[in-house]
């Protein structure tokens, strides 16, 4: 695997055992495939076993600051894994990796404080942005206490909903650019009940159990997610990019106090012995 570094100013090595925070571009062909530009840094783990023909290999190499550009040819994995390659991948394609060491970290307990700093950190900017889109569309919506947005078309009855309740929903997912990418309405997603839950059980992301709370029985409205209240860095699907935000069209069609017990059905009867003789 070829690659180029440049070197940084610090002499702080890179060694088997440290963390690595790092910018990080992943290009197929001049196509940006991932980026942490305006969003979180990635943290990577240096291990002593490293794969084969992966940037993995020259961690070790590497410096505070250190930038790095590497290059991988489809066609080298094509001939180790002829039948393991993704579709989005063609004979002849070219990955280009570009990454810069932002920090080093001796163990997980400090890899951990600085993450949680920079999701902090970024949650916040998160927020800003969806609040602003808010804004700008003069949307009458009102902030969940970690940062989502509801708007509520549609007044129900009773109270808000609570932790604990169990809800039923039907609901459409896009994205901010409009594109759907779930639903149980829209019969093209082939599941068409109603979405059933427990209200601050973590059963849903965070950012659509948050906006439930402030909806009532037969209420209808949307729900606007900062990514860091839904998927964030990992895709809920394959419709749905690395730190997207979402608005989910949500409409309450049940609130109940606790969720159905299940009955236990009873093991059938043991088999009876059958005299077959004739007397």
Do not use: C
């Amino acid at each position: 695997m070829p690659y180029q570094i440049f070197s940084g100013k610090d002499t702080q090595k890179v060694k088997v055992g440290d963390f690595i925070k790092a910018s990080y571009i992943y290009m197929v062909k001049d196509s940006v495939f991932f980026t942490t530009a305006n969003s979180m840094p990635v943290y990577i783990p240096v291990m002593e076993q490293t794969q084969p023909y992966d940037i993995s290999e020259v961690w070790t190499s590497l410096k505070l600051g250190d930038s790095i550009v590497a290059t991988q040819m489809i066609d080298t994995f094509i001939k180790r894994m002829p039948d393991g390659i993704p579709p989005q991948y063609k004979k002849g394609d070219r990955i280009r990796i570009f990454a810069k060491v932002l920090g080093i970290f001796k163990n997980d307990s400090l890899k951990n404080i600085d993450e949680q700093k920079e999701r902090t950190a970024f949650m916040v900017k998160e927020v800003e942005v969806v609040g602003k889109y808010i804004k700008d569309n003069k949307i009458a919506a009102q902030k969940t206490p970690s940062g989502a947005f509801v708007e509520i078309s549609k007044p129900g009855t009773g109270n808000a909903i609570d932790s604990g309740k169990y809800v039923s929903v039907m609901y459409t997912g896009t994205s901010f650019s409009g594109k759907k990418f779930d639903s149980n309405i829209d019969t093209a997603f082939h599941h068409t009940e109603p979405l059933s839950f427990v209200v601050g059980a973590g059963q849903m992301i965070k950012g659509f159990d948050e906006g439930i709370r402030m909806m009532t029985m037969g209420s209808s409205g949307r729900i606007f997610i900062p990514s860091m209240l839904g998927y964030g860095p990992q895709p809920g699907g394959p419709n749905i990019k690395p730190y997207e935000h979402l608005i989910f069209d949500v409409q309450v069609v049940d609130v109940k106090d606790a969720p159905p017990v299940k009955k236990d059905i009873a093991p059938p009867p043991p088999p009876q012995n059958v005299d077959t003789h004739q007397h």
